[in-house]
């Protein structure tokens, strides 16, 4: 399975940036998709999940409500809607695929068997 990101970009605080992940290869479906993100000299930090039926998700607590991820089965796309962005959520970002789904909520890293290439956030103030 291939995971492509795209959609970030440069953004004032208090704005709104959309990432997608489009996955290829398999049906998103069959995988538990997360977000991550990596801001410099900083760990990889887990961002956001959500299980194969779309119907649970679970969120980095420096999220706070500001963040949505969804699944769009037409198109096999796994989103990221970022509402109010801040300097700190300066990063790269990075989804990634679950093809066991062993464990819930995946916010560890080691969990994941796919990941894309990310996409670059900056938040200026």
């Known amino acids: 399975v291939q995971l492509q990101a795209s959609g970030g970009g440069l953004v004032q605080a208090g704005g709104s940036l959309r990432l997608s992940c489009a996955v290829s290869g398999r049906t998103s479906g069959s995988y538990v998709m997360g977000w991550f993100r990596r801001a410099p000299g900083k760990e990889r930090e887990f961002v956001a999940a959500?299980?194969?039926?779309?119907?649970?998700?679970y969120y980095g607590d420096f999220v706070k409500g500001r963040f949505t991820i969804s699944r769009d089965r037409a198109s096999n796309t796994i989103t990221l809607q970022m509402n109010n962005l801040q300097p700190d959520d300066t990063a790269v970002y990075y989804c990634?695929?679950?093809?066991?789904?062993?464990?819930?909520?995946?916010?560890?890293?080691?969990?994941?068997?796919?990941w894309g290439q990310g996409t670059q956030v900056t938040v200026s103030s």
């Open positions: 959500i299980q194969r039926s779309g119907h649970s998700t």
């Open positions: 990634a695929a679950d093809g066991r789904g062993a464990k819930w909520p995946p916010y560890s890293s080691g969990v994941y068997d796919f």
